[in-house]
């Protein structure tokens, strides 16, 4: 690869950190004063393509690549997935499952819940249709009936409106939530997702950061779609591990 990439010393240089292009931009300047701005976008596209460099926000740029968030969806959920599709094909839906943030947790949930959300005016036709084929099948449930009905139930499918604007991603032809998406919403539905307070919740974000690529833009947008995003910061800056470099703050 062109030596002028410098590739050695831009990995002993930025290792282990966020930096800006403009970081990038003044090492290359060090040695190379009249460096243009075209060929310096060059060298990051090249760097880029080579999986050197990735950028978590626009502005930004980071050696480490983490891994994206694809979990492993089950029979059972492709099944209801499928199923929702096929009779509401024009609404939009996404499905996911408790089980996916349980290897994060201290305690490990016994059960699995599939969560169907959709478009709030279909939420309840999928709710009635769910229910000709399947038990335990529940549409929007408080605090209430989480604690007496769900919780204690080894597998339920909840059907639950969706977030307009929701960021979501397809994984084999099934569209799932994008992991900032999960990350926003178990913090502000703490009446759904009970099990996951406290200390888990807090474990499941250290987690979280460690584990995937999480796009700073999609958080903070989603967060403040939903009116949590400055709650959201302040509990990651001061409860969690992460670092405010990750956040991009």
């Known amino acids: 690869m ?36 075209t060929t310096f976008r060059w060298r990051v596209y090249l760097l880029k393509k080579a999986g050197i460099l990735y950028a978590p926000k626009r502005g930004f740029l980071s050696l480490e690549r983490k ?7 089950s029979q059972f959920a492709v099944e209801i997935y499928e199923l929702v599709r096929a009779k509401f094909p024009y609404a939009n839906l996404c499905v996911w499952e408790t089980i996916w943030l349980s290897k994060y947790m201290i305690h490990q ?13 279909a939420a309840p036709a999928v709710f009635a249709f769910l229910q000709e ?18 919780l204690v139930n080894q597998n339920s499918i909840i ?15 099934i569209v799932i939530p994008k992991i900032e998406k999960i990350i926003v919403d ?17 474990n499941i974000y250290n987690e979280l950061f460690i584990s995937y690529n999480i796009n700073q833009s999609t958080l903070k947008q989603y967060a403040h779609k939903r009116h ?14 992460i670092t405010d470099s990750e956040l991009l703050i």
């Open 2 to 37: 062109n030596a002028k990439l410098r590739i050695n010393e831009v990995k002993a240089n930025f290792t282990n950190r966020i930096f800006t292009n403009d970081e990038l931009f003044e090492f290359y300047r060090l040695s190379e004063p009249d460096l243009k701005s």
């Open 186 to 202: 178990i913090f502000v539905e703490d009446d759904f997702f009970i099990t996951y307070q406290g200390f888990e919740l807090i």
């Open 228 to 241: 949590v995003k400055e709650k959201l910061i302040r509990l990651l800056r001061e409860e969690t591990e």
């Open 159 to 173: 059907v639950k409106n969706m977030t307009s604007t929701s960021p979501v991603q397809e994984i084999q032809n």
């Open 67 to 73: 891994k994206d968030f694809a979990p492993e969806i």
């Open 133 to 150: 084929s399947y038990r335990d099948v529940f549409l929007n449930p408080g605090r209430e009936e989480m604690e007496k009905y769900i």
């Open 109 to 121: 949930p016994l059960s699995n819940k599939i969560i169907m959300e959709v478009d709030k005016e």
